[in-house]
Nanobody
Framework: QVPLVESGGGLVQAGGSLRLSCAASGRTFSGYDTGWFRQAPGKEREFVAA????????WSADSAKGRFTISIDNAKNTIYLQMNSLKPEDTAVYYCAKTTRWRSTSSNDYRYWGQGTQVTVSS
């Protein structure tokens, strides 16, 4: 069983918005930070944004700043990524993952991963 399940991806026009969700399945992951990563065909998996379990601290890649917002709803055990002003270069499979390493931007530090959700941004 995959412990994390992403949803909310789809096809949008450039300039549009999507909200991705990352729901924990079968466990709470209390104390873990959550990160969003993305991977386009032929590209390395790259960090997008992350949030602490408390929701107090967030950090993001330069490509996401000013456009993407990460948030958490601990009651629902769900993390969200609100993506606005989407660009074709945002097209990728988006993954959420969990880590115990604070403010990590490295995929190697994230222990648990979802299966990803496809985001496609047309010109």
């Amino acid at each position: 069983q995959v412990p994390l399940v992403e949803s909310g991806g789809g096809l949008v026009q450039a300039g549009g918005s999507l909200r991705l969700s990352c729901a924990a399945s079968g466990r709470t992951f209390s104390g873990y930070d959550t990160g969003w990563f993305r991977q386009a065909p032929g590209k390395e998996r790259e960090f997008v944004a992350a949030i602490t379990w408390s929701g107090v601290n967030t950090w993001s890649a330069d490509s996401a700043k000013g456009r993407f917002t990460i948030s958490i709803d601990n009651a629902k055990n769900t993390i969200y990524l609100q993506m606005n002003s989407l660009k074709p270069e945002d097209t990728a499979v988006y993954y959420c993952a969990k880590t115990t390493r604070w403010r990590s931007t490295s995929s190697n530090d994230y222990r648990y991963w979802g299966q990803g959700t496809q985001v496609t941004v047309s010109s």
